[in-house]
């Protein structure tokens, strides 16, 4: 099966610039996740949706980042305006559902450089 | 809140000898607990989970409830086990991980 898909791989920006990012998740899969990976850290969830709704984003700073996710399927996740500290790789994962124990599937990240 | 600490950044061994990457929680209530693991220019991907009490790779990992403990041992590294492991939470029933500042493993020949 095809892996979760993200673009683009790396984008460079300044700061109070936007930025986008788009994720395709693994098909039937219910549920999508957005992390931040800032460097040495471990991932950080901003975002869960399962299907179009979001289920979590109380680490989502909503003064800057916004996600959505209109038909249940991909998903896109915009800073405006950036900052510095907003450079980190931003990890796509989906899982088949919101249930417990459930694998999560990442995709290949993006790496976000703001100067 | 739940917490995952990795205490150690970086685990370095030679081939061949054993391994174990410790990993401590806090959390209220019963846990899931998971290791995942990213190899170099790979994605990360679970390397296994506490419920399913599986050897991957000759990997274990038991969950120690009283000591709040989770960690990751093989009895004799190989060199293609460096990677950067990450020890993760989730709430019972729950998907959202917490994830650990994970370790990187290095396995000299």
């Known amino acids: 099966e095809a892996g979760v898909a993200q673009s683009p791989r790396y984008k460079i920006i300044e700061k109070r610039q936007s930025v986008a990012f788009w994720c395709n998740p693994i098909s039937g899969h219910a549920t999508l996740y957005w992390y931040q990976q800032i460097l040495g850290q471990g991932p950080k969830l901003l975002i869960q949706?399962?299907?179009?709704?979001?289920?979590?984003d109380s680490q989502l700073p909503k003064d800057r980042f916004s996600a959505e996710r209109l038909k249940g399927v991909d998903s896109t996740l915009k800073i405006q305006p950036a900052k510095l500290e907003d450079s980190a790789v931003y990890l796509c994962?989906?899982?088949?559902?919101?249930?417990?124990?459930?694998?999560?599937?990442f995709g290949p990240g993006t790496r976000l450089t703001v100067t | 809140a739940q917490r995952v600490t990795q205490p150690e950044k970086l685990l370095s061994v030679f081939k061949g000898a054993p391994v174990e990457l410790k990993c401590n929680y806090s959390y209220s209530g019963s846990p899931e607990l998971f290791w995942y693991v990213q190899y170099s220019r790979q994605r990360l991907q679970l390397l296994l989970r506490h419920i399913s009490r599986e050897s991957i790779k000759g990997f274990t990992a038991d969950l120690n409830k009283g000591e709040t403990s989770f960690h990751l041992k093989k009895p004799f590294a190989q060199e293609e086990d460096s990677a950067m492991y990450y020890c993760a939470l989730s709430g019972s029933g729950y998907s959202t991980l917490t994830f650990g500042k994970g370790t990187m493993l290095l396995v000299s020949p």
């Open positions: 949706f399962q299907n179009n709704g979001v289920v979590d």
């Open positions: 994962a989906s899982s088949l559902d919101l249930g417990g124990g459930r694998e999560q599937y």
